[in-house]
Nanobody, 124 residues
Framework: QVQLVESGGGLVQAGGSVRLSCAASGGTFSSYAMGWFRQAPGNEREFVAGISGSGTRTYYAESVRGRFTISRGNAKNTVYLQMNSLKPEDTAVYYC?????????????????WGQGTQVTVSS
């Protein structure tokens, strides 16, 4: 069983930056692909960014490409999401998720384990 705990969310002004962290325990972290998703009120959960187990491959939603960067520290069992040039439309609860099957998918159903989420609010 894998447990995921996100941290780092908060209130930030448009144009600002935030770094989210997701600490994992249980399982073999370095063998899992990891992803970040977000969900705004009234919206479905959407893919934001993903990273392979080794960290050599990353993939992004078009809406965040060039502004967000996903990375991981396997020695610390942690995955990060650096968010720059934030916009009000980035406001959402952000979730990290683990993909033990290494599907490197963009859809939530491919991910077996989820954190509780952390709120990011971007003010205009």
């Amino acid at each position: 069983q894998v447990q995921l705990v996100e941290s780092g969310g908060g209130l930030v002004q448009a144009g600002g930056s935030v770094r989210l962290s997701c600490a994992a325990s249980g399982g073999t972290f370095s063998s899992y692909a990891m992803g970040w998703f977000r969900q705004a009120p009234g919206n479905e959960r959407e893919f934001v960014a993903g990273i392979s187990g080794s960290g050599t491959r990353t993939y992004y939603a078009e809406s965040v490409r060039g502004r967000f960067t996903i990375s991981r520290g396997n020695a610390k069992n942690t995955v990060y999401l650096q968010m720059n040039s934030l916009k009000p439309e980035d406001t959402a609860v952000y979730y990290c998720a683990a993909d033990p099957a290494v599907l490197e998918s963009l859809v939530p159903v491919a991910y077996d384990y989820w954190g509780q989420g952390t709120q990011v609010t971007v003010s205009s």
